[in-house]
């Protein structure tokens, strides 16, 4: 047994096996087809492919375990007939000439989440099977499962790399991961922020070995270790903690359905952040009564190439849809720094962080602006949109965006295409921006406060450098007195403020926030009944 200390970038316990992160292995490309003929054909052949291999599974199992348990690989044979569920992948193949693979996984994905939601317990557990009989078909589509009948159905695993991309980590399947361990990475870096996002403990900055593959483990993320081969004794009294840690969690759960409140009766709205439509089960399931921060850039690098008018606004109609009318703020395009994109074809840059990125592309580019901003009014007929402007530094920024909006705003009338009423704000998270609060706050609609950004600027310390973590202190009391400032100036102007970086999830900075005046917090999934429970108890 060895015990390996790491940084915590979320907390929570899990024991597993771990897989070693392998860069082409484990990820479901999208890539542009030309033939969809053929596409359709590959999909049919590996279709057909799974449902022999279900049926001599079938027979097996009815022979080991007996007809009703076997029973399973019947349902997911008719699975595989459904028709709703041909439809969508043959749709995605036609309309969006994308590869099976991922229309596959894709499908399978929002299938899952559907079923997920229903009240029905029989119904809840055919997600999984969805995700089961999907997977099938894309292992065998990537050759990764030729005609293999045996095939075990892998457990979720922890998965152990050196680094992860953001984009790496947004196309992992998280049904299948049970922790993240890097050896390198930082606390404060968009990778951290997803495995919050997806409720999954992780740890950076972990000294581990080449030699893990396979080996099971402990994640502690609450003390930011890993137990390699763990002792009996040793897993027995995690697996207590673990009790412990869900007794915990479920008595949050009496929280939901009940109003964010102080004790004073002021209502705050909590918001949830996501990075994809994948995200939207764990808000509504975490009860939060919008989504905060939509990071569309999760769109494009998830891409291999510039995703379509049509294939953001099919990505922004069903979280708007699915989120019923409930609040959907939309960040435009944030990318640069530490999300690259190979088809931006962006040049290196001494100074990312400082760099070319967000707004300042989408200004300098505006085709790709546009093209967002016409999938986002297009998506606003069908719930209750906002559009969220990341990086303002300058006045004129805000306007020429307002600009290019006003000008698809126009466009669209012309086509006579619907959109709604659609609030216009901007991410606070710059000095700059901070300093000149009270004029930006005549131009929007609000303010969301991106401390993640506020702090690496107003502190001079790149939030992606693991060796000055203990330098990046969140709490620094100037970052503190900038919150304060746009607070006051927002509500000099009758628009209202709130924050959605990770320091809005802090409870310890909770009862601050309020006194402050704070009127939207927007976090990760898993931390809205946590926020939700200290603000009940906040005058
Ligand atoms: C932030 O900077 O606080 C923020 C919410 O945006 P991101 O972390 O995506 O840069
Ligand atoms: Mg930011």
Redesign the pocket.
């Known amino acids: 047994m060895i015990t390996i200390n790491g940084k915590a970038a979320f907390g929570g316990i899990v024991i597993g096996k771990i897989k070693e992160f392998s860069k082409e292995k484990n990820v479901v490309r999208r890539t542009k087809i030309t033939d969809v003929e053929a596409e359709y054909t590959r999909f049919e052949h590996a279709r057909e492919t799974a449902i022999t291999q279900l049926a001599s599974l079938y027979e097996k199992a009815v022979k080991e375990v007996g007809e009703t348990n076997a029973a399973i690989f019947e349902v997911h044979q008719m699975m595989l007939e459904d028709d709703d569920y041909l439809d969508s992948i043959k749709n995605m193949i036609e309309t969006q000439m994308v590869n099976a693979e991922f229309a596959v996984a894709t499908t399978g994905d929002n299938f899952a989440s559907i079923f997920s939601e229903m009240d029905d317990e029989y119904m809840k557990e055919r997600a999984a099977d969805v995700k089961d009989i999907s997977e099938r078909v894309i292992r065998i589509l990537s050759g990764i499962e030729e005609a293999s009948e045996d095939s075990e159905e892998e457990d979720p695993f922890i998965v152990v790399a050196d680094d992860l991309a953001p984009s790496e980590t947004i196309q992992l399947d998280r049904s299948k991961v049970l922790a993240f361990v890097t050896r390198k990475g930082s606390t404060n870096s968009h990778t951290a922020i997803l495995a919050r996002t997806m409720n999954i403990p992780a740890l950076v900055c972990t000294p581990l070995d080449n030699e893990v593959d396979g080996r099971i483990a402990v994640v502690d993320g609450n003390s930011g270790k890993i137990i390699l081969d763990p002792e009996e004794e040793t897993i027995v009294s995690y697996e207590k903690l673990l009790k412990e840690e869900r007794e915990r969690k479920e008595l949050l759960l009496r929280l939901k359905g009940q109003k964010t409140v102080t004790k004073s009766g002021k209502e705050i709205k909590l918001y949830a952040n996501i990075g994809g439509v994948k995200d939207v089960a764990a808000v509504l399931q975490n009860d939060a009564a919008g989504i905060g921060l939509f990071r569309s850039e999760f769109l494009y690098l998830q891409s291999d190439t510039y995703p379509t008018e049509n294939e953001q606004f099919n990505a922004y109609k069903t979280v708007a849809e699915m989120m019923a009318g409930k609040k959907v703020i939309i960040r435009t395009l944030?990318i640069g720094a530490d999300k690259q994109i190979d088809y931006f074809n962006l040049d290196k840059e001494e100074n990312p962080a400082l760099g070319y990125r967000?707004v300042r592309i989408c200004l300098d580019r505006p085709e790709i602006f546009k093209t967002q901003l016409r999938a986002l009014y297009r998506a606003s007929a069908y719930g209750n949109i906002a559009i969220m402007v990341?990086?303002i530094a300058s006045l004129w920024e805000v306007q020429k965006a307002k600009e290019l909006a006003e000008s698809v705003k126009e466009e669209l009338k012309t086509e006579g295409i619907a959109f709604g009423d659609v609030e216009f704000g901007i991410?606070i998270?710059t000095p700059a921006a901070v300093m000149l609060a009270d004029e930006l706050a005549k131009e929007v609609d609000f303010f969301s406060i991106?401390t993640?950004?506020?702090t690496?600027y107003t502190l001079a310390i790149d939030r992606q450098n693991a060796k000055l973590d203990m330098f990046y202190d969140a709490h620094h009391p100037a970052v503190l007195r900038m919150i304060q400032m746009v607070i006051d100036s927002a509500h000099k102007a009758g628009i209202w403020a709130g924050i959605c970086?990770e320091l809005g999830a802090d409870t310890t900075l909770t009862e601050t926030f309020v006194q402050m005046g704070i009127d939207e917090l927007s976090v990760s999934p898993a931390m809205v009944l946590p926020v939700r429970d200290k603000i009940l108890g906040v005058e």
């Open positions: 944030d967000a990341p990086m991410m998270e991106g993640n950004d506020l690496q970086g």
